[in-house]
């Protein structure tokens, strides 16, 4: 079902099958786990963020806040492609939101039991990209997350959307630079063949 939350907004709840997920939990462990592996970034100020990250197509360094090709704040490796399979779940899923995306990277986050993600903007692709309107699409998989979803100025109250196994939020239009985070995980409640934790996927065009 999709459910409009704003303007551009929308969530494309159990937009994926059970099997589907399972297929998609798997890709995304096996190259967690591959030549260019997860790490934990430290990120402008020194903190250790709380979440693993590989980034695909593209490396979101954490120091500078800036794309590059190669992994230059942590083992200089080259960034591996993103798979086709990926990306044509992010295509069809902003299509089915009224958007048109040619993702060109994609950051994979894995949170455990304890894992956070501070309530931020998107805003280190290109101008003339956020200007457009064109979406991020983010995918969840395995455990519940709390999303809280706020408006353009930090200072703006957020509400709170559950994210289960399966879900799509497309951010885009005048909803592209909405302030959002992950408040927490509900451990547990992986589907199963999905889980422990919680993989989620937001494509990018740069
Ligand atoms: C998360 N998501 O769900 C974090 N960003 O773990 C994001 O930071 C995000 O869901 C941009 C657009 C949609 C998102
Ligand atoms: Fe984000």
């Known amino acids: 079902m999709n459910v409009t939350l704003a303007d551009g ?10 099997a589907e997920q399972r297929e ?20 402008r100020g020194g903190r250790k963020m709380s979440v693993g990250m590989l980034c695909l197509g593209k490396h979101w360094n954490g120091l500078t806040y800036q794309y590059e090709d190669r992994r230059s704040d942590f083992d200089g490796l080259a960034v591996p492609e993103i798979p086709p399979r990926l990306a ?41 990209t956020i200007a457009a309107g064109i979406p991020i699409v983010s995918v969840s998989l395995g455990d519940e997350a709390r999303f809280v979803v706020g408006g353009l ?37 992986a589907p199963h063949g999905t889980g422990p934790g919680r993989f989620n996927l937001t494509f990018r065009q740069w």
């Open 9 to 18: 907004l929308v969530l494309l709840q159990s937009r994926l099958a059970a």
């Open 24 to 43: 998609l939990w798997l890709l995304c462990r096996t190259l967690s786990e591959g030549a260019v592996p997860m790490y934990t970034p430290t990120v």
């Open 88 to 128: 044509n779940v992010a295509r069809a899923a902003a299509e089915d939101a009224g958007f048109t995306i040619q993702p060109d990277l994609c950051i994979m986050n894995y949170y455990s039991d304890s894992s956070k993600m501070g309530v931020h903007q998107d805003k280190d692709e290109r101008p003339e």
């Open 153 to 189: 100025s930090r200072r703006d109250p957020t509400s709170p959307v559950m994210l289960t196994s399966g879900d799509v939020v497309v951010m885009g239009g005048p909803s592209r630079l909405r302030y959002h985070g992950v408040t927490r995980i509900l451990p547990g409640t």
